[in-house]
């Protein structure tokens, strides 16, 4: 009996700390792009998939809204909107970099399951955005 309660509180422990993964409404998307976060250690997932944060001022996922800003002033609280965006490929990540870098919005997909990693981080595979 005790091994049942153990395995249960250790499961729920587990779960807790992972990353959520929520289902998108519609209207969810990022603006005003602000540019790639740049972390070297964080380009390549553990499995090899290459992945990007890309900061934004405003993002709205599932009707709440997320500013962020770039963080150059020491004195201020530093705020995120941003989405680790995920891809298949090197090359495919240097393409849609541009894109996203001259788009005015990136809108996720309505229906599509992506991560929500807390502090107005989400990640998301670059089959579930739309670049315009």
Known sequence: MKKLFLGIFLVIGILSFGKQ????????????????AGYDNESITGDGTPGE??????CVINGRTYYGDDATDSDKEYH???L???YNSDL????????????????IKTGVT??????????????KIIVK
Do not use: H, P, W
């Not at 944060?53 to 405003?58: G, L, N, P, R």
């Open 21 to 36: 993964r929520i289902t998108v409404k519609s209207k969810s998307y990022c603006t005003d792009y602000l540019g790639a």
């Open 53 to 58: 944060y890309y900061m934004f001022k405003k």
């Open 84 to 86: 680790r965006i995920y």
């Open 114 to 127: 992506i991560e929500d990693e807390g502090g107005g981080n989400f990640g998301v595979n670059v089959k």
């Open 80 to 82: 995120r909107a941003a």
């Open 92 to 107: 495919q990540k240097e393409y849609f970099s541009e894109l996203i870098d001259n788009a005015e919005r990136v809108y």
